[in-house]
């Protein structure tokens, strides 16, 4: 599967940004998604993990009450709303896919990336 994040850019301290991702290839209901980031000089790190149904969801601590992952099968997309957006949430962000059949939270999990989408916040 092909994976090709868009929706980044530079936004305010306390403002939104939606984050897409449309995936092409294999059957996109067959994949778990998640998004990951990583920040300048740090370590890739999880945001937040959809199901191949939509109907379980996890997020990262930080992402928690700010972020919101959705998934459109009928449109090969998955979604990050993010919103009250501060500047420790600027990094590049990454779609990622896994056949696995739960949530995954280790970068390593993931079988497919997309090429990342940068978000940057100013304060």
């Known amino acids: 599967v092909q994976l090709q994040a868009s929706g980044g850019g530079l936004v305010q301290a306390g403002g939104s940004l939606r984050l897409s991702c449309a995936a092409s290839?294999?059957?996109?209901?067959?994949?778990?998604m998640g998004w990951l980031r990583q920040a300048p000089g740090k370590e890739r790190e999880f945001a937040a993990a959809?199901?191949?149904?939509?109907?379980?969801?996890t997020y990262a601590d930080s992402a928690k009450g700010r972020f919101t992952i959705s998934r459109d099968n009928a449109k090969n997309t998955v979604y990050l709303q993010m919103n009250s957006l501060n500047a420790e949430d600027t990094a590049v962000y990454y779609c990622?896919?896994?056949?696995?059949?739960?949530?995954?939270?280790?970068?390593?999990?993931?079988?497919?990336w997309g090429q990342g989408t940068q978000v940057t916040v100013s304060s």
């Open positions: 290839g294999r059957a996109f209901s067959s994949y778990a």
């Open positions: 959809i199901s191949r149904s939509g109907r379980s969801i």
């Open positions: 990622a896919a896994t056949a696995d059949y739960g949530l995954v939270y280790e970068s390593a999990g993931y079988d497919y």
